[in-house]
């Protein structure tokens, strides 16, 4: 398994506040995931792994396959973009992971995912 600089992946995160429940521990955040094909052959994504970490330290592992409901194909100089959601007990928590994608040469590959922060907006400053 390779680890491929021809694949780029950014992420923005946000808190919704109307899903939550604070007074229930149930903090609703949104993620928007964008995944750049820097390289000059296509790529797709086949699965996901994240692990999230709540402020307490705990640490769920999802994966699965593709990315919500598809697996997309991903042209070279283009990009994919999607928004999924994760739900944590506490108002602050990380998520980071990978994705396993392949070439058009059959070969599988990992793109890192970097760690970004899931944060109510007054846990920021």
Do not use: K
């Not at 919500?68 to 602050?92: C, D, M, R």
């Not at 990978?98 to 990992?110: A, N, P, R, S, W």
């Amino acid at each position: 398994m390779l680890d491929s600089p021809r694949v780029c992946v950014q992420v923005q995160s946000v808190y919704i506040e109307s899903q939550s429940s604070p007074d229930e521990e149930r903090f609703v955040f949104a993620y928007t995931v964008t995944i750049r094909n820097l390289g000059r052959t296509p790529v797709q994504l086949l699965g996901r792994y994240w692990l999230i970490t709540n402020g307490n330290g705990r640490q769920t592992e999802v994966q699965g396959a593709g990315v919500v409901g598809v697996q997309p194909h991903i042209a070279p100089g283009s990009e994919y973009q999607y928004t999924s959601g994760a739900v944590l007990e506490t108002p602050l928590g990380t998520m980071q992971g990978h994705y396993e994608m392949v070439d058009e040469q059959g070969d599988i590959f990992h793109v890192a995912i970097p760690v970004f922060r899931l944060a109510i907006p007054t846990f920021i400053h």
